[in-house]
């Protein structure tokens, strides 16, 4: 069970991590593996959160963003994964493919975001010299409110849908479905993945 | 150099990539991280406005290696305000060294030291065995993943590129080359392997309680291998494994109700 406040509180702290992604710093706060315990704390698991961070830390290790090449978005991923594995009382199978095809969506709307930016920036080639400076200071100000609040709308419409969801598909026997010892198999994916990584490039 | 002004562009400098777009790209973020620089130089002149609207051109390179370029953009400036050098170098040295860079940065950074730290952090996880997160410090482990990745990789790159950018100019990147970069993936690379090997060894160990556990969790280590190996020359995402895994292990736990 997650509140409508923890929802709401998700949707703000997540979105600020999202800014770390590519407007400010890239320090690294957008990855799963700290995503992941910090969300975990604010749904009142931190351990769920640890474990998805490092399930998917892994396997996301090797999508890198090159040149105009825009993974998926991880912190999506794994935000939307940790929530549904909460909402649907520990259903890994179900929270990880949510998550990741949310991930995938989000990073529609980036690449949308990014699109719209090419208009943004001819504000300045109109620009008298005078507020040419403004214009670039605003415009900085500009991408990092809109990364924010499209981070917010995102998850705000994105989390009642997850609730409805997972409360419909509980009663259609998803737990059926195996969880717990599934739980200790999935490192190897990431790890398999990233050794073939490291040997072949 | 001027200490304020040499923070104040090494602080706008996490800002690069504010306003990332398709059409110039970093074009944005690198007037904004220069404009004091520029301000130093030429005053708030007709000179000013006219740099601020030359360099608002197409840029693009690694984020974090970008200081170098930034600081070698700095150094030509100032020979420009001398008339040492003409604005057509300038914008034709920012075009020639932002891919070498980038591609310098994306080698280094994204595909090796990101990487080498994030299997640092989940091996430190993963080897508290396989009811890590229950046992493991947490916020030790994520606190030293942010410590060990930004302090020892990420700012002194930003930092030093920045000084070193601007002190040696464009002899900046011959020191670069000089530097046996390649070396140093090499061995971060072949140290990243050794970890992995060595959490997935100890790991299985805390699996021993169910055989078949061990059994299915080095297989799909070799099956993530293989797969990994095949997608590699058809340019497909590493998604696309892990979801085909978890799809078949999820299959294989119902059918033997393990």
């Given amino acids: 069970m997650i509140t409508e406040i923890q929802f709401l509180l998700i949707s703000l702290i997540a979105s600020v991590l999202h800014l770390d992604t590519l407007v400010f710093g890239q320090f690294m706060f957008h990855r799963p593996i700290i995503v992941g315990p910090l969300i975990g704390i604010l749904i009142g698991t931190p351990q769920y959160g640890v474990l998805m961070g490092c399930i998917l830390e892994l396997v996301y290790l090797s999508l890198i963003p090159v040149g105009i090449k825009v993974p998926p978005d991880v912190t999506a991923t794994t935000v939307c994964s940790l929530v549904s594995y909460k909402l649907s009382n520990g259903n890994l199978f179900f929270s990880l493919i949510l998550g990741i095809l949310l991930g995938i969506l989000y990073r529609y709307i980036d690449l949308l975001t990014r699109t719209l930016n090419s208009m943004v920036i001819n504000w300045v080639d109109n620009a008298k010299d005078e507020v040419v400076t403004t214009r670039i200071n605003l415009l900085v100000v500009y991408g990092i409110v809109s990364t924010y609040f499209r981070s917010v709308l995102f998850y705000l419409l994105v989390f009642p849908l997850l609730n409805f969801f997972m409360k419909n598909i509980d009663k259609i026997e998803l737990k059926m479905l195996p969880s717990s010892e599934l739980i200790y198999i999935l490192p190897a994916i990431g790890i398999g993945i990233s050794i073939s990584y490291f040997v072949e490039k | ?258």
């Fill in chain 2, 1 to 258: 150099m001027n200490i304020p002004v040499f923070f104040s562009i090494f602080i706008r400098s996490l800002f690069l990539q504010s306003v990332w777009n398709y059409e110039r790209m970093q074009n944005v973020g690198f007037v904004f991280v220069i404009i004091p620089w520029l301000k130093k130089i030429y005053g708030v002149t007709q000179k000013f406005y006219e740099r601020v609207k030359t360099h608002y051109g197409f840029f693009n390179t690694h984020p974090y290696f970008a200081n170098i370029l930034i600081g070698i953009t700095m150094r030509l400036e100032e020979q420009y305000a001398k008339n040492e050098i003409s604005s057509e170098e300038i914008v034709k040295t920012k075009t020639i060294l932002a891919g070498p860079i980038a591609a310098i940065g994306d080698r280094l950074i994204w595909s090796t030291w990101r990487m080498f730290c994030g299997i640092v952090v989940v091996g430190y996880f993963l080897i508290h065995g396989k009811n890590f997160y229950n046992e493991a410090n947490i916020s030790g482990g994520v606190i030293g993943y942010l410590l060990l990745y930004n302090f020892i990789g990420h700012l002194p790159i930003r930092f030093f590129g920045l000084y070193l950018g601007y002190e040696y100019s464009k002899e900046v990147i011959e020191k670069l080359a000089k530097f046996a970069l390649q070396k140093i993936v090499d061995v971060i690379k072949t140290a990243g392997v050794v970890i992995l090997l060595f959490i997935a060894f100890f790991y299985s160990l805390s699996l021993l309680d169910n055989v078949l556990l061990v059994v299915l969790f080095w297989s799909n280590i070799i099956v993530s291998i293989i797969l990994h190996s095949i997608i590699l020359h058809k340019k497909l995402s590493e998604i696309y494994i892990f979801v085909l895994l978890l799809c078949i292990n999820t299959l294989l736990f119902f059918i033997f109700r393990l």
